[in-house]
T-cell receptor
Framework: GAVVSQHPSWVICKSGTSVKIECRSL??????MFWYRQFPKQSLMLMAT?????????EQGVEKDKFLINHASLTLSTLTVTSAHPEDSSFYIC??????????????FGDGTRLSIL | AQTVTQSQPEMSVQEAETVTLSCTYD???????LFWYKQPPSRQMILVIR??????QNATENRFSVNFQKAAKSFSLKISDSQLGDAAMYFC???????????????FGTGTSLTVIP
């Protein structure tokens, strides 16, 4: 079945650095990718939706200059947390979908990235 | 706006017994999708079961079944013959159909933490 690979699975870095998280669709072309954030024992909150070749659509309250999303190809989207601070520590999950005009396609989730900012 | 409510933050079940997790949602759409996802400690999102709103028949996947009450906007998950591996966080999720005009992202409930007692 379809697989979405997310890398890295866990990253620890110092405050002030930027961190890039990759989300790849391995056996299908992902026309739409989604980035979620999940705090401990809480639900997934959608951060942004990205379509290949266009700018991401951010949810209200998500700083687009803080969380840079690039969906440059049909198999890769990246989330860059710029100048990360401890409050950015969280679990980030991507998901990907191929959009067919004829049917609703499933949305596949990556395994997530645990980001810890010291 | 769509909302998904899981009123049981924690549930427990004896191994081999049956447990039902509750979920209600609010929507003005007539066609949509409902899902139950399992998130074990590894944090990977695993699709458990999916229901299309236009289908009256309740979805079933092996030991997992749903009770979909469209008029009541209720979508409960029943786990039969519970196993230790079923212990996880369970999220109920709603997704619009592809032709909705405000995006196709998931709306997640706050989750129910299921403990399976040996």
């Amino acid at each position: 079945g379809a697989v979405v690979s997310q890398h890295p699975s866990w990253v620890i870095c110092k405050s002030g650095t930027s961190v890039k998280i990759e989300c790849r669709s391995l056996d299908f072309q992902a026309t739409t990718m989604f980035w979620y954030r999940q705090f401990p024992k809480q639900s997934l909150m959608l951060m942004a939706t990205s379509n290949e070749g266009s700018k991401a659509t951010y949810e209200q309250g998500v700083e687009k200059d803080k969380f840079l999303i690039n969906h440059a190809s049909l198999t890769l989207s990246t989330l860059t947390v710029t100048s990360a601070h401890p409050e950015d520590s969280s679990f980030y999950i991507c998901s990907a979908r191929w959009d067919s005009p004829y049917s609703n396609q499933p949305q596949h989730f990556g395994d997530g990235t645990r980001l810890s900012i010291l | 706006a769509q909302t998904v409510t899981q009123s049981q933050p924690e549930m427990s079940v004896q191994e081999a017994e049956t447990v039902t997790l509750s979920c209600t949602y609010d929507t003005s759409e007539s066609d949509y999708y409902l899902f139950w996802y399992k998130q074990p400690p590894s944090r990977q999102m695993i699709l458990v079961i999916r229901q299309e709103a236009y289908k009256q028949q309740n979805a079933t996947e092996n030991r997992f079944s749903v009770n979909f009450q469209k008029a009541a906007k209720s979508f409960s998950l029943k786990i039969s013959d519970s196993q230790l591996g079923d212990a996880a966080m369970y999220f109920c999720a709603y997704r619009k159909t592809i032709y909705s005009n405000t995006g196709n992202q998931f709306y997640f409930g706050t989750g129910t933490s299921l403990t399976v007692i040996p």
